[in-house]
């Protein structure tokens, strides 16, 4: 009677050690904090390429404020802009895709991957009645919301020294040939005309496709007709001459010597040092050399749009990234409350105030920071969609259009080799994807 008895006390121990483990352990995973809500011990993944994030590491500023509050602690992945576009997608395929990741939109061309199959649906969420309705397409498919993004609407300019252009007596051209002759001027003063990056891939694109305004004027209903096969790329003459007038400008040395070699990250140095006059970049830019050179007057730096082919419409991309939660994620409900965070009004302010070079974030309760003369500016010109938004095949292939920009540039393709790259590769991927528009 005693052995049984004993044993019985041991089993009750053991039941006992057990219970009080396993509340332990409950508590680890969830504890009170002193306003009285839960805080969770859980570590969320989030996966990025480098621009996909803020340099200014806002968001990871955010992220320890976020687990201060919840005990959710957010991990960050960043990878190589060239890299990340094929790594996210063989990681959803495979089911390894971090809980959270950020990707390009548009995400409701064919093109781009199947969000509805690897994201969840957001539809539900607070912040989709107060983010900018304009943006929503990018981030939806059909009638389904998929994404959060922050950044306003990216619009590209020559970022431009006015006193260097004042002391030469020269004019912002508006022309091809303007351009050129400003170019000219500036290069005989012993100045680098352009400072042109061309070691990240996507900076040498942007004149090729931002310039889809110009396009749209000459041609009616181009968008549409490029996405039902009806036009081709090589129907659109504007498009090689910019190619051209690239190849052009780099043989007259309006890039420098060194532009091969010449990276975005060192195009503050040669603006704010003044041994360049020109940057293809976003106005709020001209706050990083700021940022970065706190003598620099930035005063004296302007923005004019991008005269390549004749352009003078403004280039407007909606949304050029967003973060979405992976849908085979174990941490759904806890990236949903992250969103959450990331949306409320004082830490969006937070990261507007926190990211130098954004003019504005997509959410109206924010007031964007655009000076009187660059609103000005940017309301007396006309403004369309850029390419890469619109037309199916182009986006997914930016860096290699990169890659067939810089071989342009070393003599191993013509300008018009590279538009028969780029058609190609684009008549390659519209048939992997099964495109109906290409099954004839």
Request: glycine content about 6%.
């Amino acid at each position: 009677m005693k052995h049984i008895l004993k044993k019985s006390f041991i089993l009750t121990m053991s039941l006992l050690i057990t219970l009080l483990a396993f509340t332990a352990c409950s508590k680890d995973q969830e504890t009170s904090s002193e306003g009285g809500d839960e805080k969770k011990n859980v570590t969320i993944t989030f996966g990025s390429h480098q621009s996909g994030l803020p340099t200014s590491g806002v968001v990871q500023e955010l992220a320890k404020e976020f687990e201060a509050e919840t005990g959710i602690k957010i991990d960050f992945q960043i990878s190589p802009d060239a890299q990340w576009r094929d790594l996210i997608k063989v990681k959803l395929d495979a089911g390894e895709a971090p809980d959270i990741f950020c990707a390009d939109t548009p995400i409701n061309l064919i093109s781009s991957m199947r969000f509805e199959e690897y994201a969840v649906a957001l539809n539900d969420e607070e912040w989709v009645s107060r983010i900018d309705e304009n943006v929503i397409p990018a981030i939806s498919v059909d009638d389904n919301i998929y994404g959060i993004t922050f950044p306003g609407k990216k619009m590209y300019f020559y970022v431009y020294n006015k006193e260097i252009f004042e002391n030469l007596g020269l004019e912002v051209p508006t022309t091809y040939e303007e351009f050129k002759s400003v170019c000219q001027a500036i290069l005989d003063a012993g100045i680098t005309p352009v400072f042109e990056a061309t070691t990240n891939g996507w900076h040498q694109v942007l004149p090729l496709f931002e310039t889809g305004g110009l396009y749209l004027q000459n041609h009616p209903d181009l968008y549409n007709k490029l996405n039902a096969n009806e036009m081709d790329l090589d129907d659109i003459p504007e498009l090689l001459t910019i190619i051209q007038q690239l190849k052009e400008c780099a043989e007259l040395g309006y890039f420098g010597d060194d532009y091969l070699s010449n990276s975005v990250e060192n195009a503050k140095e040669a603006i704010a040092t003044e041994k360049a006059a020109m940057f293809i970049a976003e106005a709020a830019w001209r706050n990083e050399i700021k940022a970065d050179y706190p003598d620099f007057d930035i005063d004296k730096l302007g923005i004019f749009v991008m005269p390549w082919g004749d352009n003078q419409v403004i280039g407007v991309n909606p949304a050029s990234n967003a973060y979405f939660i992976n849908k085979e994620s174990k941490y759904v409900e806890e990236a949903r409350q992250f969103f959450e965070f990331l949306a409320r009004p004082e830490n969006l302010q937070k990261r507007l105030d926190g990211q130098p070079g954004l003019s504005e974030v997509c959410w109206p309760e924010i007031p964007g920071r655009y000076s009187d003369e660059d609103q000005a500016y940017i309301d007396a010109h006309e403004k369309a969609s850029v390419v890469q938004v619109a037309v199916n095949y182009i986006d997914n292939q930016w860096m290699d259009v990169g890659k067939d920009l810089e071989s342009m540039y070393t003599g191993a393709l013509t300008p018009e080799g590279v538009l028969e790259t780029i058609m190609h590769r684009r008549h390659e991927q519209a048939q992997l994807q099964k495109d109906p528009a290409w099954a004839n």
